[in-house]
């Protein structure tokens, strides 16, 4: 009889330090996994942080960009108007040497009229 409690004293202390190790492992494992949540937990709060931060870039860069057109637009628009400028004074410039070249023209015909004019007399 003493040699029966004696084992289930043995299977007992067995088993209680059985549960004692699988309490242990259990523990340890709630520890690893608090500590991962928490490592996870940060991780996910410095992405958020970089989403903000990378959503001010992006409105600063879309501003930048939609800035920079519109003065694309107005420096086309300005080309234009000089284009269209200078073709004009060109066709002006134009218009004047050929007038110019028949008002040479007519001042040798007086010159030479008022020479023949004067070898007559």
């Keep these: 009889m003493e040699n029966t409690q ?3 004293e043995v299977l007992e202390n067995g088993t209680d330090m059985h549960m004692i190790d699988l309490q242990r492992d259990a523990n340890r494992q709630i ?3 608090k500590f991962k949540l ?3 937990e940060q991780e996910i709060t410095a992405l958020e942080q970089n989403v903000i931060r990378l959503e001010g870039q992006v ?3 879309k501003t930048a960009a939609e800035n920079a057109e519109r003065v ?3 420096l086309k628009a300005e080309k234009r108007k000089l284009q269209r400028e200078l073709r004009s004074a060109l066709d002006k410039t134009e218009e004047l040497e050929v007038s110019n070249g028949h008002l040479v023209k007519r001042l040798e015909k007086m010159k030479a009229n008022r020479s023949a004019l004067l070898s007559q007399q």
């Design 6 to 8: 004696s084992e289930d």
């Design 38 to 40: 928490a490592k996870s």
């Design 59 to 61: 409105a600063r860069y």
């Design 31 to 33: 520890s690893d996994l």
């Design 72 to 74: 694309e637009d107005e």
